[in-house]
């Protein structure tokens, strides 16, 4: 089992940045590719970000591109998520996850943290 625990949302002004924490613990993550979501009120959970524990190439969605940046701290057991001019569209709950390296299908979630952008 990986448990996952989300941090670092909140309320914040449009243009402003965050940076959300998802601490893993659990299995031996060198296997795994960290990923972060999010799901806006009325809308399907949308991919935005992924990055191999054990390092590698960064996978943003097209929507993110510039704005987002996803991180890891291996010693720390952390992925981070640096959010940039931050537009109320972002408003949404975001989920950190996880998978095995070579499977499509995220195993694992955490239980997502809320970031609201106020205009």
């Known amino acids: 089992q990986v448990q996952l625990v989300e941090s670092g949302g909140g309320l914040v002004q449009a243009g402003g940045s965050l940076r959300l924490s998802c601490a893993a613990s659990g299995r031996t993550l060198g296997n795994y590719v960290m990923g972060w979501f999010r799901q806006a009120p009325g809308k399907e959970r949308e991919f935005i970000a992924s990055?191999?524990?054990?390092?590698?190439?960064?996978n943003y969605a097209d929507s993110v591109k510039g704005r987002f940046t996803i991180s890891r701290d291996n010693a720390k057991g952390t992925v981070y998520l640096q959010i940039n001019s931050l537009e109320p569209e972002d408003t949404a709950v975001y989920y950190c996850?996880?998978?095995?390296?070579?499977?499509?299908?995220?195993?694992?979630w955490g239980q997502g943290t809320q970031v609201t952008v106020s205009s």
């Open positions: 990055i191999p524990w054990s390092g590698g190439f960064k």
């Open positions: 996850a996880g998978r095995l390296r070579g499977v499509s299908g995220w195993n694992y």
